[in-house]
């Protein structure tokens, strides 16, 4: 290594050079020696996957999808629009609409994702199966690529499961949760307990015992499962429990999600022992029957 000097007007400054290193290796230099490094054993990044995800303006758990997909898969999120409406029906449909999931699928094609999921319960399901069938036709022909939506990926995962009667928890207000049960109800699927929050914003907010708390109060019926609705709506950590709780599966609407969108590319979602993703989990004792649970108000908002 031979030093020399760097002459600049009013500045003098020593500078070391180096041949560099010898053809074939990589080096990197470690500040706390001053020396080179052989990194060729790295190899370089792994070849990654890519999940497309089209996300509601307000989705704030961009972590917890993250927490369910494998190591060499990368999500890419877009989101919708901002439009000044609190959460409700007419949200879900603005979030919805062909034109926005065109411009959002089009911004995602640059990334050349293999799958396009489309992150918004309410938003899949306003428009009932054929509304959802919509969707994913007009995300495919913008982007040639498969796609998905939650509440499409929610039918996918009762399926798998073979539930026909489910237990619902929901942050939504009456009138969103009512859209939901019919949209269950066009897939033959009868709902025999719910419980809901009445909130139109913020739901990322909802602490786990919450959720806890209405999933308690929403298995009444005899339910084959529990589904707990809202991509904004945490649940990850709290699935295992309740489902060594209830005894029965539980399945939330980022889980199915990312369940879907991972399956379509052949891979498994990770995480928790939990029966969606782990069929060992599946085998569990059947619950006592409770009592049946009284029918949804019509025009109340908040807790049921």
């Given at each position: 290594?031979?030093?020399?000097?760097?002459?600049?007007?009013?500045?003098?400054?020593?500078?070391?050079?180096?041949?560099?290193?010898?053809?074939?290796?990589?080096?990197?230099?470690?500040?706390?020696?001053?020396?080179?490094?052989?990194?060729?054993?790295?190899?370089?990044?792994?070849?990654?996957?890519?999940v497309?995800?089209?996300?509601?303006?307000?989705?704030?758990?961009?972590?917890?999808?993250?927490?369910?997909?494998?190591?060499?898969?990368?999500?890419?999120?877009?989101?919708?629009?901002?439009?000044?409406?609190?959460?409700?029906?007419?949200?879900?449909?603005?979030?919805?609409?062909?034109?926005t999931?065109?411009?959002?699928?089009?911004?995602?094609?640059?990334?050349a994702?293999?799958?396009?999921?489309?992150a918004?319960?309410?938003?899949?399901?306003?428009?009932?199966?054929?509304?959802?069938?919509a969707?994913?036709?007009?995300?495919?022909?913008?982007?040639?690529?498969?796609?998905?939506?939650?509440?499409?990926?929610?039918?996918?995962?009762?399926?798998?499961?073979?539930?026909?009667?489910?237990?619902?928890?929901?942050?939504?207000?009456?009138?969103?949760?009512?859209?939901?049960?019919?949209?269950l109800?066009?897939?033959?699927?009868?709902?025999?307990?719910?419980?809901?929050?009445?909130?139109?914003?913020?739901?990322?907010?909802?602490?786990?015992?919450?959720?806890?708390?209405?999933?308690?109060?929403?298995?009444?019926?005899?339910?084959?499962?529990?589904?707990?609705?809202?991509?904004?709506?945490?649940?990850y950590?709290?699935?295992?429990?309740?489902?060594?709780?209830l005894?029965?599966?539980?399945?939330?609407?980022?889980?199915?999600?990312?369940?879907?969108?991972?399956?379509?590319?052949?891979?498994?979602?990770?995480?928790?022992?939990?029966?969606?993703?782990?069929?060992?989990?599946?085998?569990?004792?059947v619950?006592?029957?409770?009592?049946?649970?009284?029918?949804?108000?019509?025009?109340?908002e908040?807790?049921a």
């Amino acid at each position: 290594m031979s030093p020399f000097l760097s002459r600049r007007p009013g500045k003098r400054r020593l500078c070391l050079v180096s041949p560099g290193p010898p053809a074939g290796l990589h080096h990197s230099l470690d500040p706390s020696l001053g020396l080179l490094m052989d990194v060729s054993f790295l190899g370089g990044p792994h070849p990654q996957r890519g999940v497309g995800v089209v996300a509601p303006f307000d989705f704030a758990l961009d972590r917890e999808l993250w927490r369910w997909v494998p190591d060499e898969v990368s999500l890419h999120l877009t989101r919708t629009p901002f439009v000044p409406v609190e959460v409700s029906l007419d949200l879900a449909r603005l979030v919805s609409e062909h034109e926005t999931l065109g411009d959002a699928v089009r911004a995602l094609n640059a990334v050349a994702p293999e799958i396009v999921a489309y992150a918004c319960t309410s938003g899949s399901f306003v428009g009932g199966i054929p509304g959802e069938r919509a969707m994913c036709e007009a995300m495919t022909r913008a982007g040639a690529i498969p796609s998905v939506t939650t509440s499409g990926a929610l039918l996918e995962a009762l399926a798998e499961l073979d539930v026909r009667r489910i237990a619902l928890v929901t942050p939504y207000t009456v009138s969103v949760t009512q859209s939901l049960e019919e949209y269950l109800a066009e897939a033959g699927i009868t709902v025999t307990g719910r419980a809901y929050m009445g909130l139109t914003r913020h739901i990322w907010k909802v602490p786990y015992r919450a959720v806890v708390d209405m999933a308690r109060d929403a298995v009444r019926g005899a339910a084959d499962a529990l589904f707990i609705s809202c991509t904004n709506l945490p649940t990850y950590d709290v699935i295992p429990q309740l489902e060594a709780e209830l005894r029965i599966p539980v399945i939330s609407a980022n889980q199915v999600t990312m369940w879907a969108a991972l399956r379509h590319l052949g891979t498994r979602a990770v995480g928790p022992y939990q029966a969606l993703t782990d069929e060992s989990a599946r085998q569990r004792p059947v619950p006592p029957v409770p009592p049946e649970a009284p029918a949804l108000p019509e025009e109340q908002e908040g807790w049921a």
